[in-house]
């Protein structure tokens, strides 16, 4: 496994995403983490690829709002079926699971953690690239880093959290992060243990920021806390992962 400034063989390459709002809110600040090793944008997708994305995004849109208005547990498959004028087959071919509908999104961040490294720069270790990567993130209020107060998506996040069977779904989500991470470290039980560690800091920095904001802080208020919370993780991280000198 490679954490110092080598790069790293093997392998291409955390979180929530919390519907369109959280999508806007990530929208705001993108152009402002473009720095020095940022994962390249992705290649162009087909016209076909395109309509299967809007669909999963239609469907997924659909039964969000259904579950946030009457509760996960109160809506059937049968109904966001319905809404998204489809039928049930033609669902689960989308969505093999009823959870997979709340947190489809989340899809699109299982490799990013093993993005940033492969897109580091030179001479940069993966753990400063992560590091850059989370502070920019809450510089420009990412949801995936817990620290978004925008109504959207706080109702997305009381909605997961709240709801045993989707906080249960999630974390097959953050095992196919650690597994990407893990490739992009070098694979290996090395890289698989440090991947382990480095997306349950991610996810712990995360929760907590989301905890103080739905106890009503203000995202702006919960900033430098943090910023300083996520400075000692990853000072934690470097005394365990990268060798000395």
């Given amino acids: 496994m490679v954490m110092s400034g080598e790069t790293a063989g093997g392998g291409n390459g955390n979180g929530s995403a919390a519907g369109a709002a959280g999508e806007g809110a990530r929208a705001q600040g993108r152009g402002r983490d473009r720095g020095q090793g940022e994962p390249a944008a992705p290649p162009r997708i087909s016209l076909r690829e395109r309509k299967k994305q809007l669909t999963y995004r239609a469907i997924s849109d659909a039964a969000i709002a259904m579950f946030l208005e009457r509760g996960f547990d109160k809506v059937s498959v049968a109904e966001v079926a319905a809404a998204a004028d489809i039928s049930k087959p033609t669902l689960f071919r989308y969505f093999p699971a009823k959870e997979d509908l709340a947190l489809h999104r989340f899809a699109d961040h299982e490799d990013e953690a093993a993005r ?100 009503g802080e203000s995202a702006d208020a919960v900033y430098a806390g943090a910023v300083r919370a996520a400075e000692e993780a990853f000072v934690q991280l470097r005394r365990g992962l990268e060798p000395e000198g």
Wanted: glycine residues 10%; proline residues 5%; contains cysteine.
């Fill in 116 to 215: 940033v490294v492969d897109g580091r720069g030179p001479g940069e270790s993966p753990l400063a690239a992560l590091h850059r990567h989370f502070l920019a993130g809450l510089d420009r209020r990412d949801p995936v880093t817990g620290l978004c107060d925008v109504p959207q998506v706080l109702a997305f996040h009381r909605l997961l959290y709240g709801t045993p069977a989707l906080v249960a779904r999630l974390y097959a989500y953050q095992g196919r992060s650690e597994a990407a991470l893990a490739r992009a470290l070098g694979d290996g039980v090395t890289a698989r243990l440090a991947a382990g560690q480095i997306i349950a800091v991610l996810r712990i920095l995360a929760e907590e920021n989301w905890r103080r904001i739905d106890a």
